[in-house]
């Protein structure tokens, strides 16, 4: 028996004795039966159809060059870990294990923290910038991505299928270098029939995540659609709190306007705070026409991070497939 299962049974056996002792308390399997709701709660969740807003992260994987590189190798095999073991009389373990390069902004999805992005060396809710990452070991200011709150974690979201609206209904990407507008995003909603609502965490699908590891030169072109500065402003007039595409960059690219570059990202996360996730695998649930889900954003709790990749997942209503 392990300290930690020694203290637990220790715990709930002083527990029942001294309920005993004060005389005809409850069995202790009726003590643990669960609060009322919780079982019907569990088989909601479990019958939701499942989608897996993710693609599969390995070397091959298209990185922008002005991100670090990836790298990832085992560093032991169960071959060796068997042998090394196998000189323990009645040994029979054997593991693997694995060495990382990962930056915050690796994975498919990624989503960057407030902090990723400044502008003119201030951060969101005007943080010094050089200050707050000052020290090597992350940014500071409660803005790296460890900051990510809880209720974010699940969220009300809302796929806007940008593509198949301007392609008539296709599910083609849309051309490189074409910038949502505002006018794109409305126009999509009130085609699909749903609402964008403040706090809401709404992804939009230009169809390039068609490209995801299958043409990673154009994935990582000059050129990819995506919301430009108008698209951005409707986003944050509506008090969105997170926003994603299914693009390396999330924004149009080339990231210009007038001067400014990577003009959405400085809007979105150093102006108004909003979380920005990219490279999101959007062609099934898009496919399946759902546009209203639960939206499972879970973060690597990594202090002071400029982001994290993400295994994303929507819960949407109807049975599971």
């Known amino acids: 028996m392990t300290d930690v299962s020694r203290r637990s049974f220790m715990t709930v056996a002083g527990a029942t004795t001294a309920g005993a002792a004060l005389g005809g308390a409850a069995p202790l399997a009726a003590q643990a039966q669960p609060p009322a709701g919780v079982e019907d709660f569990i088989r909601a969740a479990r019958s939701a159809r499942l989608f897996d807003l993710s693609f599969t992260w390995d070397e091959r994987s298209p990185v922008l060059s002005v991100n670090p590189p990836f790298s990832f190798a085992l560093n032991r095999t169960h071959r060796q870990t068997y042998e090394f073991f196998g000189n323990v009389p009645g040994s029979q373990i054997s593991f693997a294990s694995d060495i990382m390069f990962f930056s915050g902004q ?9 902090g990723h992005i400044g502008r003119n060396l201030r951060l969101h809710g ?12 992350g940014i500071g200011s409660n803005l790296g991505i460890d900051a990510y709150p809880r209720d974010l974690l699940v969220n009300r979201g809302v796929l806007l299928d940008v593509a198949r609206h301007l392609n008539g209904g296709r599910p083609d990407p849309l051309p490189p270098g074409l910038e949502i507008t505002a006018a794109h995003l409305e126009a999509t909603a009130r085609q699909q029939g749903v609402e964008v609502r403040p706090g809401d965490s709404v992804l939009i699908r230009t169809g390039f995540g068609q490209h995801f590891g299958v043409k990673n030169e154009v994935y990582l072109g000059e050129g990819s659609p995506g919301p430009g500065v108008d ?19 999330y924004e149009k690219r080339p990231a210009i306007f007038g001067k400014e570059l990577f003009p959405v990202h400085m809007l979105l996360l150093a102006d108004h705070g909003i979380y920005i996730v990219e490279s999101l695998n959007l062609e099934e649930i898009a496919a399946a026409g759902i546009h209203v889900f639960l939206l499972v954003i879970n973060p690597l709790k990594i202090r002071g991070a400029t982001g994290s990749p993400l295994r994303a997942v929507a819960m949407a209503t109807g049975a599971r497939g």
């Open 231 to 249: 698209g951005a402003r409707f986003l944050a007039a509506r008090s969105v709190r997170l926003t994603g595409t299914d693009t390396a960059t």
């Open 126 to 137: 005007g943080v010094d910038a050089v200050a707050a990452t000052g020290r090597p070991d």
């Open 106 to 114: 690796h994975g498919a999805p990624t989503i960057d923290a407030i």
